[in-house]
């Protein structure tokens, strides 16, 4: 698909136009007269991360937290040994 769009822009360098077909939403003059307008609404949200504790774990790490009076993480490890 890329080799295609290089093609018919008549652009001589794929990582150009590669940079070009990631510009969402933005408008991008290819030569003189052309440009592409890329639509913004196709761009899709990003899944991000896992959850690492569930609610029951996560209310009682909150709970301990309080009582170390919201020591850092690094300060509650040298802590506990």
Known sequence: ???????ITGLKNRNYAARLLRQHGKT???GKK???K???TKKGKR?????KFGEE???L???VWEIENYMCAKAL???SQ
């Open 1 to 7: 698909m890329l080799d295609y769009f290089v093609r």
């Open 28 to 30: 991008i003059y290819v």
């Open 34 to 36: 052309n440009y592409l």
């Open 38 to 40: 890329a639509d913004i």
């Open 47 to 51: 899944p991000g991360r896992k959850k």
């Open 57 to 59: 774990e996560l209310k």
């Open 61 to 63: 790490l909150k709970k």
């Open 77 to 79: 490890k040298a802590d």
